[in-house]
């Protein structure tokens, strides 16, 4: 029988409580989405009270849990897998449980948990919904550092800011590379102001015109190469060009 709006308002509010209490003030989350299994189901002693069929992370893991169930009531040819399995559960009058996995302090750190505790789950034989085919293909070390860069520049610069993260600019040209620090952007730009954005605005090389290719890199890390003095102008030229 399927469920009531207000019986799944209730189940968001338990789980978001949940998900509260359990999360301690972390700035981030990783979770799991559970399928209870039939009614009276009773799982053996262990991690989980269902069977996962979602891992993500969050650094606002109450409203990731309100999107997830507002998305499920309202599919369309677009929806993800997770909303789909969400939306089937709530059609069969199931509601689904939460398993906090670990908490991280970096979206770095979250990001990797993530991947981690998605393809561990997929080595024990659970089927996931998630889209990303990275969670289940084992990846290098220059493969592992180009995914986690791309996930990474989704960041917002605050973000990026607190970790210390640094866009490079590499032109194929051959100039001195450039690097760009979002902190320099975080006082002065939209608050909802993403990596991918001042990389973008900030790509044309001013020796040749053309677009840098661009990476990440580790704050710290590179002025222990080359010097925070030496940073700190390149970061002050390019905020002055975009």
């Given at each position: 029988m399927p469920l009531y709006p207000i019986d799944i308002e209730k189940r968001l509010k338990a789980l978001q409580r949940q998900a509260r209490?359990?999360?301690?003030?972390?700035?981030?989350?990783?979770?799991?989405?559970l399928d209870p299994g039939e009614p009276g189901l009773?799982?053996?002693e262990g991690p989980f009270n269902g069977i996962p069929f979602y891992v993500g992370q969050s650094c606002e893991i109450e409203c990731r849990l309100g999107r997830h169930f507002r998305k499920s009531q309202k599919l369309n040819p677009d929806s993800q897998m997770v909303h789909r399995h969400i939306a089937r559960l709530f059609a069969i009058g199931r509601l689904p449980r939460l398993a906090i996995l670990e908490t991280a302090q970096t979206r770095s750190q979250?990001?990797?948990?993530?991947?981690?505790?998605?393809?561990?789950?997929?080595?024990?034989?659970?089927?996931?919904?998630?889209?990303?085919?990275?969670i289940g293909r084992i990846m290098g070390?220059?493969?592992?550092?180009?995914?986690?860069?791309?996930?990474?520049?989704?960041?917002?610069?605050?973000?990026?800011?607190?970790?210390?993260?640094?866009?490079?600019?590499?032109?194929?040209?051959?100039?001195v590379n450039r690097w760009i620090d979002p902190a320099d952007y975080v006082a002065c730009w939209p608050k909802r102001l993403r990596v991918s954005k001042i990389a973008s605005r900030?790509?044309?090389?001013?020796?040749?015109g053309e677009d840098c290719e661009w990476w990440?890199?580790?704050?710290e890390l590179l002025a222990s190469r080359f010097g925070p003095s030496y940073l700190n102008t390149c970061s002050s030229l390019a905020l002055r060009r975009a």
């Open positions: 209490h359990e999360a301690e003030g972390a700035p981030y989350v990783i979770y799991a989405l009773q799982f053996a979250s990001l990797m948990a993530e991947l981690r505790w998605g393809q561990r789950l997929m080595r024990d034989g659970y089927e996931l919904a998630n889209t990303s085919p990275d070390v220059e493969e592992l550092t180009a995914w986690l860069d791309f996930r990474r520049s989704s960041m917002l610069a605050s973000e990026a800011a607190r970790e210390g993260i640094v866009i490079v600019h590499t032109c194929t040209c051959g100039h900030t790509q044309q090389c001013p020796g040749c990440l890199d580790d704050r």
